[in-house]
């Protein structure tokens, strides 16, 4: 009989689990997307030793810690903090944005700079999933995650993933 390793994950897709934002893409010869919108989905596949309950994590704790993420990007415009060209600078209530000839003055509140070098799907599903994993592990110190991947749908069908493992 050969030896098998088995393993335990939790997925979790819900409808609830979304953030409207807007954002603008630079691509890699400088030209970039015009200002716009997505209502972004979130998902979450989870692999853990199970707990002496028999549980990954409870659902029941997860989701909320996945849904305040999403509440906390909800209605803000996104911008890439660790792009080469782009800046953001707060300037009295504003944030003053500049990409090549571009200017825009946003209300600070309304306004997130993410440490990332673009606001990409692929980006955003690993900031998403590396400030859940602090998180998690702030609230588990004892969880030991075997794999966490993140995806961040923008547009149904297209999604971008992240994956870690330990």
Not at 38 to 57: A, C, M, Q, S
Not at 82 to 95: D, M, Q, R
């Amino acid at each position: 009989m050969p030896n098998r390793q088995e393993s335990w994950s939790i997925s979790i897709e819900k409808d609830y689990l979304k953030f409207s934002a807007a954002h603008f893409l630079i691509f890699p010869d400088g030209s970039a997307e015009r200002l716009h919108g997505h209502n972004y989905k979130v998902f979450l596949d989870l692999h853990t030793e199970l707990d002496k309950h028999g549980l990954v994590v409870n659902f029941q704790e997860i989701k909320p810690m996945v849904r305040k993420l999403c509440d906390e990007l909800d209605e803000h415009l996104l911008i890439p903090g660790e792009h080469p060209v782009l800046t953001a600078e707060v300037k009295g209530p504003h944030y003053e944005i500049r990409y090549q000839e571009r200017l825009y003055m946003v209300p600070k509140e309304e306004v997130i700079v993410l440490p990332i070098s673009n606001t990409s799907a692929e980006n955003l599903a690993a900031w998403f999933g590396r400030t859940l994993r602090e998180r998690m592990e702030q609230a588990w110190p004892h969880l030991n995650v075997k794999q966490m991947t993140v995806g961040v749908e923008e547009t149904t069908g297209q999604r971008g993933n992240w994956t870690v493992r330990d």
